[in-house]
């Protein structure tokens, strides 16, 4: 990333690139467990879309359809907040991941 | 009654990519308060976990107008802004119809410590803002070292547990109780786990007119060393032990929103924290009777103010 | 057409609030800066300003408060002094960071410990660093143009910058003056619409201001932020021109009094000048060549202009009003030795300490300086480089 010279910067420290953030892949922080989306078990209360830290929870089309790798943590809220005794989110094991790189 | 589904369609104002830890409860509160309201929202935030981990410049994680000055006077930095609205629209260079909601937010830090006279200030002058404070109990950004709202007990890195001391010596400051004594519209106490109570109680804060708190408890698994996964238990455990009850006082009349079951002990708060672990050491068992006794008289009043 | 009116220095930057109207104003009550937020509250409650008057619960928020205003998106001042300023400390150079052109009125008054309301420099100068412009004024009128001239220097779009305007505590912030007032609608034309630069309040554009910059943008940031008092040079001279051609009343970096033929040269700034200027009158009529320079604005400091303006001195003598203890000289001293420093032939310089909170400097005192100076310029040597003037010893 090509980083501002003082004269190109917006005066008085402003970033008005609003929600670049999403450029930032929290997922590389993830290590030795992900979570599991499984579809047929999803009463789609959205849960896990409520709690999850990382904003990891792929919602499409009004549904939750899984993951978003790219963001998601591992931190294994969304599993134990989902409410089906057959759970629709589990945590797997992961190998573990070089950082900014996935090794799947 | 809002459905998740329907909030979930909604444009978030706080997007992924922001560095708080794994299982951190502040995007949490703020992925329902930030819904809480339609209107243009600008924000004033104090130094702290939040701000620091959601602004790192290049990268922003607000989708949303977010103003940060420095870490005790989010609440008059906010109420400057407010006021420069009021200016403007009496002045003409606003249009009257033009509707924005203005929202301090700070840590407990940031709210209880060294920005409570700037809150003070603020909603005695009565502007209209709402104030949200996220309690996770400590100075989380800075390493958790101890606040004014860090319970008896805990140990923080200023308040450390000891061959000569159990944690922190002092009983939480009562934030809330000093917000209902400013005599203010509207008053609560609210958790991520109680979404729709959080969602409601938002949704009058904005609405409603002059100042509005809201003190919410804020997961922090970092500082507080549990498993992080289990956060949303236990913030449900802190309502069912009534070590973090659920209120709101509005227009100096109080509503308690929740009332547990069967009372849960303090035991059951305290046994999956880190930061509470050495209150087993026999010496100390006093500290856990002890705060257990200040958890039963708090909830006892509050029953009392809420005629129950 | 502008009328005379008398005022003190306080009612005189009151009286320019008045005028201009900012759209947010918030200040908090100190000795000697006090009755200008009396008399801002007085008129808003008289209706005869429309913009927002806010009473803080202290001097941290009132700069707080100006810090959200101003990002909002408007016209904003404040006024205080002494401790009240130190209270500000951390909010001026955030206001100064973040490009708010904030403007301020202070009282200048010593600093505790001990308390003393009484006048000096120490508030004022002790913030030098902030990043903020600052403007010193000898009298009520200098005080009242100045303020005016504050707005437009901090506004322009190359500057953006917070201005503050000193006026000495009691000496001028409670001395009648009779001064010439302008028209409100001249002093309005004068200073213009508000011009935005990112306003908050525009929502449309959702922006993140003040975000936390780690070492690779911090010192961007900064050098980014130098440039606009960098650029005010030349835009304190226009405007100090522009209202010189308006009011008749011309402004620049600094007053030069007798100075033509002067070889010995006293530099101060504020009320002690006026003081200053009779004891000049004296000495020349008694045949010393001797003169005074006023510095007016400290800060951006016109160090190059003040060198040309003191290179064929024989000797000066800097009085400064405020202390640096453990520095070689008070702050003042130090900018003007420092401006000397690249010519191969540069005057003998001392540097004076007077007036620490609010001690008498009468015209004796000056008296003595010039002959102090009379007597370098003729040895050639300065025995003490550094001293304190009407202290007991
Ligand atoms: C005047 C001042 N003092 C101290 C600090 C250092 N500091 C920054 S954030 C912080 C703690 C914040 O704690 P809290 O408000 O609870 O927010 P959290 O980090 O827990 O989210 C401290 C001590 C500062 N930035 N400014
Ligand atoms: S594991 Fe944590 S970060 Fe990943 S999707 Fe679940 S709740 Fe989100
Ligand atoms: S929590 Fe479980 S059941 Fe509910 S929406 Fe998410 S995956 Fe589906
Ligand atoms: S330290 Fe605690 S509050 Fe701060 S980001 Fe980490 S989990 Fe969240
Ligand atoms: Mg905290």
Redesign the pocket.
């Given at each position: 990333m090509k980083k501002e010279t003082w004269k190109e910067l917006t005066i008085g420290t402003i970033n008005l690139d609003a929600g670049n953030s999403v450029k930032n892949l929290t997922g590389t922080w993830r290590s030795g467990k992900k979570p599991q989306f499984i579809e047929e078990n999803c009463i789609q209360c959205f849960f896990c879309w409520l709690y999850c830290p990382h904003s990891a929870i792929r919602v499409e089309g009004e549904e939750v359809k899984g993951i978003n790798y790219d963001y998601c943590t591992g931190c294994g809220i969304c599993s134990v907040e989902c409410p089906p005794k057959e759970k629709a989110i589990t945590m797997i094991k992961e190998e573990m991941k070089l950082a900014g790189g996935s090794t799947e | 009654m809002a459905k998740l589904k329907d909030l979930a369609s909604m444009e978030d104002r706080l997007v992924a990519g922001h560095g708080m830890c794994l299982g951190c409860g502040?995007p949490l509160i703020f992925r329902i308060v930030l819904r809480a309201t339609e209107d243009p929202l600008i924000i004033a935030n104090?130094?702290?976990?939040?701000?620091?981990c959601t602004t790192i410049f290049p990268r922003t994680s607000w989708n949303v107008t977010w103003v940060h000055s420095?870490?005790?006077n989010a609440a008059a930095t906010i109420a400057g802004v407010e006021s420069m609205y009021k200016a403007l629209k009496k002045k003409g260079r606003i249009p009257e119809d033009k509707k924005i909601k203005f929202l301090g937010v700070?840590?407990?830090?940031?709210?209880?410590?060294?920005?409570l006279q700037a809150l003070s200030g603020a909603v005695e002058r009565g502007h209209d803002i709402v104030y949200v404070c996220?309690?996770?109990?400590?100075?989380?950004?800075?390493g958790?070292?101890r606040?004014s709202?860090t319970p008896l007990g805990a140990s923080a890195t200023t308040s450390p547990e000891g061959a000569q001391s159990p944690g922190k010596l002092q009983r939480r400051k009562d934030l809330t109780k000093i917000l209902v004594a400013h005599n203010i519209p509207y008053v609560a106490q609210a958790s991520p786990n109680r979404w729709q109570d959080l969602y409601k109680k938002a949704q009058k804060a904005f609405e409603i007119e002059g100042p509005a708190f809201l003190n919410i408890l804020?997961l922090?698994p970092t500082?507080w060393k549990y498993d992080e996964s289990q956060g949303i238990r236990l913030a449900q455990t802190a309502i069912d032990t009534c070590v973090w009850p659920l209120y709101e006082v509005e227009n100096g009349k109080y509503k308690i929103n929740y009332l547990p079951k069967e009372k849960k002990p303090v035991l059951d708060w305290v046994k999956s924290q880190g930061r509470f672990r050495h209150l087993f050491k026999e010496e100390n068992a006093w500290v856990l009777e002890e705060y257990q006794k200040q958890v039963d008289e708090d909830w006892e009043e509050l029953k009392k103010l809420a005629n129950l | 057409m502008s009328t005379l009116k008398t005022l003190n220095g306080n009612q005189s930057i009151a009286e320019a609030v008045r005028q201009i109207d900012p759209d947010v104003m918030a200040a908090y009550p100190i000795t000697p800066s006090t009755a200008i937020v009396e008399t801002i509250a007085k008129f808003k409650a008289d209706g005869l300003i429309a913009g927002e008057f806010v009473c803080p619960e202290s001097e941290h928020s009132a700069m707080s408060v100006c810090i959200g205003a101003s990002s909002a998106g408007g016209r904003v001042m404040t006024a205080t002094a002494s401790q009240g300023l130190a209270l500000m400390w951390?909010m001026l150079y955030i206001a100064a960071g973040l490009r708010l052109p904030i403007v301020a009125a202070i009282a200048n008054r010593s600093l505790s410990a001990p308390i003393n309301i009484h006048g000096d420099h120490s508030d004022t100068i002790g913030a030098r660093d902030s990043g903020w412009i600052q403007i010193y004024s000898e009298n009520c009128q200098e005080a009242y143009d100045n303020f005016i001239q504050a707005f437009r220097i901090g506004e322009d779009l190359k500057v953006r910058t917070p201005v503050l305007v000193g006026l000495d505590g009691f000496i001028i912030s409670h001395s009648m003056e009779v001064i010439q007032v302008e028209d409100d609608d001249e002093v309005k034309k004068f200073i213009g619409e508000y011009k935005n630069v990112f306003p908050v309040l525009d929502t449309s554009r959702k922006m993140t201001v003040g975000p936390i910059d780690f070492t690779d943008y911090y010192f961007e940031h900064k050098r980014n932020q130098i440039e606009g008092i960098e650029n005010a040079p030349p835009v304190i001279e226009a405007v100090g021109k522009e209202f010189g051609l308006k009011f008749g009343r011309e402004y620049g970096f600094f007053e030069e009094y007798r100075m033509d033929d002067a070889e010995l040269c006293i530099v101060v700034m504020s009320s002690a000048a006026g003081t200053c200027k009779d004891a000049v009158d004296e000495l020349r009529s008694e045949g010393k060549r001797i003169g005074l320079l006023k510095p007016r604005i400290f800060r951006p400091f016109a160090h190059q202009k003040i060198a040309e303006a003191l290179k064929k001195m024989k000797a000066i003598a800097v009085l400064d009003r405020s202390s640096s203890p453990g520095a070689f000289g008070a702050p003042l001293f130090t900018e003007v030795r420092s401006a000397l420093y690249d010519y191969a032939e540069r005057p003998k310089i001392v540097n004076y300490v007077y007036g620490l909170g609010g001690r008498d400097i009468k015209v004796e005192h000056f008296k003595e300086v010039g002959l102090k100076l009379e007597k370098i310029a003729e040895t050639g040597k300065v025995e003490e480089i550094y001293g304190y003037i009407n202290l007991r010893e």
């Open positions: - | 502040i104090a130094t702290g976990c939040l701000e620091v420095a870490f005790e700070g840590g407990d830090g940031g709210t209880y410590d060294i920005g996220y309690d996770n109990n400590a100075y989380c950004n800075t958790g070292q606040s709202a804020c922090c500082e | 951390e």
